[in-house]
C-alpha cells in the first residue's frame, strides 16, 4: 500500500520561501518518479516538478524553473520542493505524486498528470501580493 503524506505548506509574501515535503512509504521499486502537482481553484492539475530517485533527474515547468527546486533524501523516503521567490501566482493546492511502476519517463510523462497513480492528500501554499 503506497502511502504520500505532504507537509510544509502555509502563507507567505510574495518573494518568500516554502520547503514542502513528501513522506513516502510502501514504493517497492529501486528507482521511480516522484512528482509534484498543483491545482488553483478554477484551473487544471498542473505539473510542478518531477525527480527520479534511482539518479536524481529533475523536471521543472517553465514557470518555476529558477525558483523551485526539487530533492530527495532516499534514506528518508522523503522528496521535497524548496520553492523560493513565491509570486501569487503560484497558490495552489501542492500535492506529490508517484507512478504506478519504477522506470524512466520523459519530460513530458514525469509532469503529467494521467501517469501518476498514487497521491498524497495535498498541502495548500498561499502567497499574498
Known amino acids: 500500500q503506497v502511502h504520500l503524506v505532504e507537509s510544509g505548506g502555509g502563507s507567505v509574501q510574495a518573494g518568500g520561501s516554502l520547503r514542502l515535503s513528501c513522506a513516502a512509504s510502501g514504493l517497492t521499486d529501486s528507482g521511480h518518479y516522484m512528482g509534484w502537482f498543483r491545482q488553483a481553484p478554477g484551473k487544471e492539475r498542473e505539473g510542478v516538478a518531477a525527480?527520479?530517485?534511482?539518479?536524481?533527474?529533475?523536471y521543472y515547468a517553465d514557470s518555476v524553473k529558477g525558483r523551485f527546486t526539487i530533492s530527495q533524501d532516499n534514506a528518508k523516503n522523503t522528496v521535497y520542493l524548496q520553492m523560493n521567490s513565491l509570486e501569487p501566482e503560484d497558490t495552489a493546492m501542492y500535492s506529490c505524486?508517484?507512478?504506478?511502476?519504477?522506470?524512466?519517463?520523459?519530460?513530458?510523462?514525469?509532469?503529467?498528470?494521467?501517469?501518476?497513480?498514487?497521491w498524497g492528500q495535498g498541502t495548500q501554499v498561499t502567497v499574498s501580493s
Open positions: 525527480i527520479y530517485t534511482g539518479a536524481g533527474f529533475s
Open positions: 505524486a508517484a507512478p504506478p511502476r519504477g522506470g524512466p519517463m520523459t519530460a513530458i510523462q514525469a509532469l503529467g498528470v494521467r501517469h501518476y497513480d498514487y
